[in-house]
């Protein structure tokens, strides 16, 4: 029975007692294997929680034969002999009974009599006693063998959604009513959500779901006005009872290199703006290195693709390039994640170990708990990994990434001040591409012959504007995902406005009447001329008359709109 015992359903057990007591106007009690008392009624309710010290013996008896036992007169019978109370027993009566399971004898359960009008209770209708007593001892048995197969089943969900959440892949259960039963936090993370599928992402992938093959296929999630792209898989239980497999192409393309050991053609780092530059230079740079890198950016800038340029420009680039991301794991997991344990005797190798003579990127850093950080650290500085009790060297060139400014985290007490001057003596900055909105077109030029490079394809004027226009909160990535579905969508050879996302022109046509709003136009002509008064050394009067209003009036405008300069 391992660990359940009767005390884990004393609650029911006591219920059912309280119930007989009441009825059958005699005491009862029931007592585990180990003859510790889990219920009981009248005289015996003060001694539940408590073993029967010295007062067992015929319970005892009841468990080892596993029969049940009558006892018409206690304190005088055979069996009583070795009682602390023979010859002076307290009771007028009992019938014991073994409550088995699995063939054992798991428990005992007593009718008791304290006096003379009980005694005449139980004992006139015996056989109808003992045939109902045996009858209360199965039900607690099988109300036992439910919390047994109950905490069995949640043990093996537990085990099951533990294995679920180590995996990069996005895990979603769907049940027979359509709704999520489990979604492991792979998914979570992936759908940008917290700690439950919103419904409306749930219902497009069920929408999605009905004609995807058994190999799969790219489908695209419209996650609060932002086009996600994943690689699904959809598996049909029974009914409606349903899992769902999201991937991240990217990570299956790069751990499909990985494996083959082939270098990915033609990446560059695409864009004109100065920062870009900048980041070009560093990557020079590092690449030929060992020092750790901390790339530094929102989600969606491109900083696991800077990390891959980096190793496919470093001596290292015919190894693998590997990727783990933090925030999928607790403390207890990141630790055996990273750096490794023993299960039985069998030891299994961390990330850390398996990226030996290579390169790992380690994502999404900032949650990476104090314990974890301090053990990193470590790592860093000697290169060790503790393995059957001896320290093992490994070589691996480290990359990190996060979208916090960990400085901030730093003084806070949440990221270690030695963790974070290690890696921030090679630190890269990835702009948004709403600050490097030069870049926007070069980028969706680059994704449109991606996805149809067989075909010669462009983008309107109209869809050039849309897209420029746009601000991008979801980064490359988005503008990867949008060009993506684009492609999907259609085969015409110019894209034009009715090809887009519905998100993207509804934005632009809520721009255009913004142009027409009378307040906006004011506001944006007095900011234009207070900044060009400003830059040739002008005076807010000079501005007024170009504006042909008074002084007292622009200063009202610039109050009640708010104007900063």
């Given at each position: 029975m391992?660990?359940?015992?009767?005390?884990?359903?004393?609650?029911?057990?006591?219920?059912?007692?309280?119930?007989?007591?009441?009825?059958?106007?005699?005491?009862?009690?029931?007592?585990?294997?180990?003859?510790?008392?889990?219920?009981?009624?009248?005289?015996?309710?003060?001694?539940?929680?408590?073993?029967?010290?010295?007062?067992?013996?015929?319970?005892?008896?009841?468990?080892?034969?596993?029969?049940?036992?009558?006892?018409?007169?206690?304190?005088?019978?055979?069996?009583?002999?070795?009682?602390?109370?023979?010859?002076?027993?307290?009771?007028?009566?009992?019938?014991?009974?073994?409550?088995?399971?699995?063939?054992?004898?798991?428990?005992?359960?007593?009718?008791?009599?304290?006096?003379?009008?009980?005694?005449?209770?139980?004992?006139?209708?015996?056989?109808?006693?003992?045939?109902?007593?045996?009858?209360?001892?199965?039900?607690?048995?099988?109300?036992?063998?439910?919390?047994?197969?109950?905490?069995?089943?949640?043990?093996?969900?537990?085990?099951?959604?533990?294995i679920?959440?180590?995996?990069?892949?996005g895990?979603?259960?769907?049940?027979?009513?359509?709704?999520?039963?489990?979604?492991?936090?792979?998914?979570?993370h992936?759908?940008?959500?917290?700690?439950?599928?919103?419904?409306?992402?749930?219902?497009?992938l069920?929408?999605?779901?009905?004609?995807?093959?058994?190999?799969?296929?790219?489908?695209?999630?419209?996650?609060?006005?932002?086009?996600?792209?994943?690689?699904?898989?959809?598996?049909?239980?029974?009914?409606?009872?349903?899992?769902?497999?999201?991937?991240?192409?990217?990570?299956?393309?790069?751990?499909?290199?990985?494996?083959?050991?082939?270098?990915?053609?033609?990446?560059?780092?695409?864009?004109?703006?100065?920062?870009?530059?900048?980041?070009?230079?560093?990557?020079?740079?590092?690449?030929?290195?060992?020092?750790?890198?901390?790339?530094?950016?929102?989600?969606?800038?491109?900083?696991?693709?800077?990390?891959?340029?980096?190793?496919?420009?470093?001596?290292?680039?015919?190894?693998?390039?590997?990727r783990?991301?933090?925030?999928?794991?607790?403390?207890?997991?990141?630790?055996?994640?990273?750096?490794?344990?023993?299960?039985?005797?069998?030891?299994?190798?961390?990330?850390?170990?398996?990226?030996?003579?290579?390169?790992?990127?380690?994502?999404?850093?900032?949650?990476?708990?104090?314990?974890?950080?301090?053990?990193?650290?470590?790592?860093?500085?000697?290169?060790?990994i503790?393995?059957?009790?001896?320290?093992?060297?490994?070589?691996?060139?480290?990359?990190?990434?996060?979208?916090h400014?960990?400085?901030?985290?730093?003084?806070?007490g949440?990221?270690?001040?030695?963790?974070?001057?290690?890696?921030?003596?090679?630190?890269?900055?990835?702009?948004?591409?709403?600050?490097?909105?030069?870049?926007?077109?070069p980028?969706?030029?680059?994704?449109?012959?991606?996805?149809?490079?067989?075909?010669?394809?462009?983008?309107?004027?109209?869809?050039?504007?849309?897209?420029?226009?746009?601000?991008?909160?979801?980064?490359?990535?988005?503008?990867?995902?949008?060009?993506?579905?684009?492609?999907?969508?259609?085969?015409?050879?110019?894209?034009?406005?009715?090809?887009?996302?519905?998100?993207?022109?509804?934005?632009?046509?809520?721009?255009?009447?913004?142009?027409?709003?009378?307040?906006?136009?004011?506001?944006?002509?007095?900011?234009?001329?207070?900044?060009?008064?400003?830059?040739?050394?002008?005076?807010?009067?000079?501005?007024?008359?170009?504006?042909?209003?008074?002084?007292?009036?622009?200063?009202?405008?610039?109050?009640?709109?708010?104007?900063g300069?």
């Amino acid at each position: 029975m391992n660990n359940f015992d009767l005390k884990t359903i004393q609650l029911p057990i006591q219920q059912i007692v309280n119930a007989i007591a009441s009825v059958l106007k005699i005491e009862i009690e029931v007592a585990d294997k180990h003859l510790f008392r889990v219920a009981g009624t009248g005289q015996i309710k003060s001694q539940i929680w408590k073993e029967m010290n010295g007062e067992d013996l015929i319970y005892k008896r009841c468990i080892q034969t596993k029969q049940t036992i009558v006892i018409e007169n206690p304190g005088f019978n055979s069996f009583c002999s070795g009682c602390l109370h023979f010859g002076h027993c307290k009771e007028h009566g009992e019938i014991c009974c073994p409550i088995i399971l699995d063939g054992e004898a798991i428990g005992v359960i007593g009718l008791i009599a304290f006096d003379k009008i009980q005694q005449q209770r139980l004992f006139t209708h015996k056989v109808e006693n003992i045939a109902f007593l045996e009858q209360i001892a199965q039900i607690i048995a099988t109300k036992m063998q439910e919390t047994k197969f109950y905490k069995n089943y949640i043990v093996s969900q537990k085990k099951i959604s533990t294995i679920f959440d180590y995996v990069d892949t996005g895990i979603i259960s769907i049940n027979q009513d359509g709704a999520c039963e489990y979604v492991s936090k792979g998914a979570l993370h992936m759908l940008h959500m917290d700690e439950a599928i919103e419904s409306f992402v749930l219902q497009q992938l069920l929408e999605q779901a009905e004609n995807i093959p058994n190999s799969g296929r790219t489908v695209f999630i419209d996650i609060h006005d932002t086009i996600h792209k994943f690689h699904m898989k959809y598996q049909k239980i029974e009914g409606n009872q349903a899992v769902i497999m999201l991937d991240n192409p990217k990570n299956i393309e790069s751990i499909s290199h990985s494996l083959l050991n082939v270098p990915l053609q033609n990446q560059r780092l695409i864009g004109n703006h100065p920062s870009i530059q900048n980041i070009r230079n560093k990557m020079s740079k590092f690449s030929n290195n060992s020092m750790p890198i901390l790339i530094i950016g929102e989600q969606g800038t491109g900083r696991s693709y800077i990390a891959e340029l980096i190793h496919q420009q470093s001596p290292l680039k015919d190894k693998p390039f590997h990727r783990f991301n933090c925030s999928y794991y607790s403390e207890e997991q990141l630790l055996k994640q990273l750096f490794g344990y023993h299960m039985n005797t069998e030891y299994l190798k961390g990330k850390l170990e398996l990226a030996h003579q290579s390169t790992i990127l380690i994502e999404e850093i900032e949650t990476m708990p104090i314990n974890v950080q301090a053990r990193f650290m470590k790592f860093l500085e000697d290169g060790l990994i503790f393995r059957k009790g001896k320290l093992y060297p490994i070589n691996t060139r480290i990359i990190v990434s996060s979208n916090h400014y960990l400085i901030k985290q730093m003084k806070e007490g949440l990221f270690r001040k030695d963790l974070y001057y290690k890696l921030n003596i090679t630190p890269i900055h990835v702009p948004t591409l709403h600050e490097r909105s030069e870049d926007i077109l070069p980028l969706a030029e680059n994704f449109l012959k991606q996805n149809s490079p067989t075909k010669s394809r462009q983008f309107s004027r109209e869809a050039k504007i849309i897209l420029e226009n746009y601000t991008w909160p979801g980064n490359i990535k988005e503008l990867e995902n949008v060009i993506a579905y684009i492609c999907d969508m259609t085969e015409d050879p110019i894209i034009c406005p009715q090809h887009l996302p519905e998100f993207l022109t509804r934005l632009e046509q809520q721009n255009n009447i913004e142009k027409f709003n009378l307040q906006t136009i004011e506001i944006k002509t007095i900011t234009e001329v207070l900044e060009t008064i400003k830059r040739v050394g002008g005076s807010k009067d000079q501005a007024a008359q170009l504006l042909g209003i008074s002084r007292a009036t622009l200063f009202r405008k610039i109050k009640d709109y708010q104007i900063g300069l």
